[in-house]
């Protein structure tokens, strides 16, 4: 954020948009590229930049999109987020996107990358070395980047009212501290991992702004732990999973958005009547899901549209204590690399 917001003054500015924002402005759709962590986060900027700036978003997987014969012209704009900017995929689909001539920004952390050199524009995270392997703070990184941009794309284009505008600069300055109160939590979220370590199976559950969250704890669970999870959008646990719940799986649900909160306790209910472990991320002061859940972590209230900046940490912490409970290599999880630079 550093730089690129000034609550006090009440602007955002990033460079990247900065130059191309009449053209981005008159976009008639924005297509995200991304794999794995990557594109957990553009499923969440395609809600960010839909509500915010109330442009047409797709989000594609972009080992999918090369290979596709993709409806591409010059009115639209690839967005490719990529932590090493060297993924061999995601450069694959700009390079496609540019013989269509859409116009293509990059969202990268390692500067002079591949994708920072080929892209017409972007913007650097500036999250310093990721060296693990599954990506933490390139997540949130990522994701501060888009929602700065989502704003102002909005003000660009007068879809963002002014008073909500300030609203998310002040939520979005706040943030680094309402993440301090969540680390303080360490050792109780410990604690929840030591009593669902020996877990195979466990589901996350999430709506709206926190469906990509709850496929991004599943992720890092299977990432580091090597216990299978899925992440599903709340209202489809219904349609399906319901049926693996019993004593034996943990149910991992965010339940922070204001916005579908009696959706949420109704998930919560019905998985209770069916003997599942329930562990909610809620609002601090949550007295309700606080009642109902075998295990709860509170999380600062804040902006629904920035909720995935601090309902994802819990998810992060859990699944680092759990490997290592289970004698996990965090850092260097089996069969994976830190960049995918090949088919």
Same mark, same amino acid.
């Given at each position: 954020?550093?730089?690129?917001?000034?609550?006090?003054?009440?602007?955002?500015?990033?460079?990247?948009?900065?130059?191309?924002?009449?053209?981005?402005?008159? =976009?008639? /759709?924005?297509?995200?590229?991304?794999?794995?962590?990557?594109?957990?986060?553009?499923?969440?900027?395609?809600?960010?930049?839909?509500?915010?700036?109330?442009?047409?978003?797709?989000?594609?997987?972009?080992?999918? $999109?090369? #290979?596709? !014969?993709?409806?591409?012209?010059? !009115?639209?704009?690839?967005?490719?987020?990529?932590?090493?900017?060297?993924? =061999?995929?995601?450069?694959?689909?700009?390079?496609?996107?540019?013989? /269509?001539?859409?116009?293509?920004?990059?969202?990268?952390?390692?500067?002079?990358?591949?994708?920072?050199?080929?892209?017409?524009?972007?913007?650097?995270?500036?999250?310093? &070395?990721?060296?693990?392997?599954?990506? @933490?703070?390139? $997540? @949130?990184?990522?994701?501060?980047?888009?929602?700065?941009?989502?704003?102002?794309?909005?003000?660009?284009?007068?879809?963002?009212?002014? @008073?909500?505008?300030?609203?998310?600069?002040? =939520?979005?300055?706040?943030? &680094?501290?309402?993440? *301090?109160?969540?680390?303080?939590?360490?050792?109780?979220? *410990?604690?929840?991992?030591?009593?669902?370590?020996?877990?195979?199976?466990?589901?996350?559950?999430?709506?709206?702004?926190?469906? &990509?969250?709850?496929?991004?704890?599943?992720?890092?669970?299977?990432?580091?732990?090597?216990?299978?999870?899925?992440?599903?959008?709340?209202?489809?646990? *219904?349609?399906?999973?319901?049926?693996?719940?019993?004593?034996?799986?943990?149910?991992?649900?965010?339940?922070?958005?204001?916005?579908? #909160?009696?959706?949420?306790?109704?998930?919560?209910?019905?998985?209770?009547?069916?003997?599942?472990?329930?562990?909610?991320?809620? !609002?601090?002061?949550?007295?309700?899901?606080?009642?109902?859940?075998?295990? #709860?972590?509170?999380?600062?209230?804040?902006?629904? =549209?920035?909720?995935?900046?601090?309902?994802?940490?819990?998810?992060?912490?859990?699944? #680092?204590?759990?490997?290592?409970?289970?004698?996990?290599?965090?850092?260097? &999880?089996?069969?994976?690399? *830190?960049?995918? @630079?090949?088919?």
């Amino acid at each position: 954020m550093r730089g690129r917001i000034n609550a006090k003054e009440g602007w955002v500015s990033v460079g990247g948009m900065r130059q191309q924002l009449i053209r981005i402005s008159r =976009a008639k /759709r924005i297509i995200f590229v991304a794999c794995g962590t990557s594109w957990h986060t553009a499923l969440i900027a395609e809600y960010l930049f839909e509500d915010l700036a109330r442009m047409p978003c797709e989000v594609e997987y972009a080992s999918e $999109f090369r #290979y596709r !014969n993709p409806i591409l012209d010059d !009115n639209d704009v690839v967005i490719a987020i990529s932590q090493s900017g060297e993924t =061999a995929d995601t450069l694959a689909a700009l390079e496609l996107a540019q013989k /269509r001539d859409a116009l293509t920004y990059g969202i990268v952390n390692v500067i002079g990358s591949s994708i920072a050199r080929i892209t017409d524009t972007g913007s650097y995270t500036h999250a310093g &070395p990721e060296i693990g392997v599954a990506s @933490t703070k390139a $997540f @949130t990184s990522q994701l501060t980047v888009l929602s700065l941009m989502a704003m102002q794309l909005g003000m660009q284009k007068g879809t963002l009212s002014q @008073t909500r505008y300030v609203d998310l600069i002040n =939520a979005l300055e706040s943030i &680094p501290g309402k993440v *301090k109160y969540i680390l303080d939590q360490n050792e109780k979220i *410990k604690f929840i991992a030591s009593e669902i370590k020996s877990a195979s199976n466990a589901l996350y559950l999430g709506r709206g702004y926190n469906f &990509p969250v709850a496929l991004e704890g599943a992720l890092k669970l299977k990432e580091i732990s090597y216990i299978h999870a899925e992440g599903y959008p709340a209202a489809e646990m *219904k349609h399906g999973p319901i049926a693996l719940i019993d004593l034996y799986m943990p149910v991992i649900v965010i339940g922070t958005n204001i916005s579908s #909160y009696d959706k949420i306790v109704s998930n919560i209910e019905e998985v209770k009547a069916r003997k599942g472990v329930v562990i909610a991320v809620i !609002n601090e002061g949550d007295e309700q899901i606080k009642k109902l859940a075998d295990y #709860y972590i509170e999380i600062p209230q804040t902006q629904e =549209a920035l909720t995935p900046l601090l309902s994802v940490i819990p998810l992060q912490l859990l699944a #680092y204590h759990i490997a290592v409970m289970r004698g996990c290599d965090v850092d260097q &999880p089996r069969n994976l690399a *830190k960049s995918v @630079t090949v088919e």
